[in-house]
């Protein structure tokens, strides 16, 4: 029997549909190149989220702030090379200037995390810090994490935010960063897109974003924060740079060094930089 033209096409098209509907979810589901598994992304992603939900980070000062922790990682990594696998970047700070980030990844292959995996902090506050958690976390930080410092060759900051944004975008571009452990060298990649922007009217910033230097693809190991100021003496932009990573590092800025640490050495929950063991 032949069916009606309109009646064969309707026919078509849902069995088109129910293929690409199949196809999608194959794709959705299939093992990645690296040979990591999109189920168990969201599973290990997932568990990383209940665990930082327990936490409580709070900025110490005449007037405590406590910093709400974005509910969704800002970037999702991996660096296959170094067993690092199924990695997330979370900020705590959803308004504001962000009070802290924290790295967070599984080491070969780790399908089960029980409390925290790999991982290590960094206070972005230019307060001390006290954390708490339901379970025993004893990090502290006296000193600030970040201290903002002035971008001299920078234009002045654009009018609109739209517009800071292409200029702040730029002006990563002029940054460069590298990394040494035990005495393998590496050149890091920028990461062109902020992982994360934000105003804060009591810091006078006006546009800021956090910017990532990789190793092994997207594996974050320096964060550049920039931020536009208005309502300044002189409206300008300042910089700070925070480590992700034991090595030592350095930044420069129009090939002029602005930053270095050394290697990390010394586990201290009372200084800005930590690493987590497992509490």
Known sequence: MRLPTIRLAGLLAVALSARVVTLASAAENAPEPNGLNPETRKAVVAEM???LEQTKLTEVGAQPTVAELVPQPVLNWDDVPRGHHYGTLWVWGATGRPAAIVEMYTVNFAREIDRWPGNVLHSLSTRPL???ADFRWDWAPEQPGFTPQP???????AATRTACLLQMRALA?????QQTWQGDRAVLRLLPTPVWQYES???RVFAGGLF?????GTNPEVVLVLEALQDDPMNRWQFGCVRLGHAQMSVAFDDQEVWNVPTYDAVNPRAPYYWIAKP
């Open 49 to 51: 989220k209940r665990i």
């Open 130 to 132: 006290q954390a708490e």
């Open 151 to 157: 971008l001299a060759g920078a234009p002045v900051p």
């Open 173 to 177: 571009k002029r940054f460069s960063a």
């Open 201 to 203: 009217a009591g810091d």
């Open 212 to 216: 990532v230097f990789s190793h092994g």
